[in-house]
């Protein structure tokens, strides 16, 4: 089964660890990553701890469009994901893929036929 994270419009799955590809970040020492940022309310989804971020369009090939934010890769014990108005999420040594999710309405559930 796959480990699975949500934390307000954030979704983080644990995935394969895979060399970081495609446009790679990493954060120094005491300098938040910032995994998305909102709007409205300038609320970040950010983490304290070194990590590396990378974007590889070929890893999300699988995600709609618009929502694929990156991978974050956790090399030390753990990091913690912390936002303002959520409880932080603590995620062990590994690679995780980072997307947005989407809220649906009424009229955006569809019924797949066999």
């Known amino acids: 089964m796959r480990e699975i994270f949500a934390q307000g419009d954030l ?3 644990r995935v394969a660890d895979t060399a ?7 954060n120094l020492d005491g300098v938040a990553m910032v995994l998305a940022e ?11 701890e070194r990590v590396t971020l990378f974007r590889d369009e070929k890893l999300a090939a699988d995600i709609p469009p618009g929502l694929y934010l990156g ?13 303002e108005e959520h409880a932080p999420i603590t995620l062990l ?8 999710q989407r809220e649906l309405g009424p009229r955006d559930a569809r019924v797949l036929a066999d």
């Open 38 to 48: 909102g709007e409205e309310s300038g609320h970040r989804h950010a983490i304290a």
């Open 11 to 13: 979704l983080l799955e």
């Open 93 to 100: 040594r590994g690679t995780y893929r980072v997307r947005r």
């Open 20 to 26: 970081p590809s495609g446009t790679v970040t990493e």
């Open 71 to 83: 991978h974050v890769q956790v090399t030390s014990p753990y990091a913690r994901v912390t936002h």
